[in-house]
């Protein structure tokens, strides 16, 4: 409880840490949401950026559903971390699944399929 110690009090530190998180999260998304608005149709960036942003918040929500899931199937609760250690583990390998799909990204402009449209 290094908090307590440097004279911060608890239900700050779990707002201050919950703000913190939150910020970091959408910094993380920037370069999603610019190449996704660089690749879309002239016109139509709003709409992209919702529709990526409720993609985004539905991936949370399914996230923390399979972790509910998976904590369940290895028998995690309250009082047994015995496979706390496997949790972690698959967590963080599952997240690096996506650096599969990096080829898949245009590396410059000239190779991306830039087809705008005139909505006027």
Do not use: H
């Not at 690749?39 to 972790?67: D, H, K, R, T």
Request: with cysteine; net charge negative; proline share 5%.
């Amino acid at each position: 409880r290094a908090n307590t110690a440097l004279g911060i009090p608890d239900k700050a530190f779990a707002a201050g840490d919950g703000l913190i998180v939150q910020a970091i999260l959408e910094l993380q998304q920037m370069p999603m949401l610019v190449l996704a608005c660089r690749l879309c149709p002239q016109g139509v960036e709003g709409s992209v950026y919702a529709l990526v942003m409720s993609v985004i918040n539905m991936g949370y929500v399914v996230g923390s559903q399979w972790s509910a899931l998976l904590m369940w199937a290895l028998g995690l609760d309250g009082e047994n971390f015995k496979l706390l250690w496997l949790l972690i583990l698959i967590s963080n390998l599952y997240m690096l699944w996506p650096l599969l799909l990096l080829q898949l990204v245009p590396r410059t402009d000239e190779e991306s399929p830039q087809v705008r449209f005139n909505l006027s």
